[in-house]
């Protein structure tokens, strides 16, 4: 069993950057790929950005790249999610998110319960 507690959201202007969080409990965390999902009102989950066990490999929706950064800590059993240049369009629900092996929308062994991120314009 694994829980996932996100942190670190807040309400940020458009251009400014917030640092996403999320311990993960137990001592399985280094055998999980990780991700991050959002959730944006009358809008279906999206993936955003994963990373393997390792941290050597990392995938992004193309809405963020090269303004997101996905990494991890296995010794501290924490992902991060480093968010820059964010936009208005980047509010959403954030939501931690850990598969065995790959994760995809219909692929997620264990959630966070979510960070709020909002982006004024």
């Known amino acids: 069993q694994v829980q996932l507690v996100e942190s670190g959201g807040g309400l940020v202007q458009a251009g400014g950057s917030l640092r996403l969080s999320c311990a993960a409990s137990?001592?399985?965390?280094?055998?999980?790929?990780m991700g991050w999902f959002r959730q944006a009102p009358g809008k279906e989950r999206e993936l955003v950005a994963t990373?393997?066990?390792?941290?050597?490999?990392?995938i992004y929706v193309d809405s963020v790249k090269g303004r997101f950064t996905i990494s991890r800590d296995n010794a501290k059993n924490t992902v991060y999610l480093q968010m820059n240049s964010l936009k208005p369009e980047d509010t959403a629900v954030y939501y931690c998110a850990a598969g065995m092996s790959y994760i995809s929308s219909s692929n997620v062994d264990y959630w966070g319960q979510g960070t709020q991120v909002t982006v004024s314009s």
């Open positions: 137990g001592r399985t965390f280094s055998s999980h790929t």
């Open positions: 990373i393997v066990r390792s941290g050597s490999s990392t």
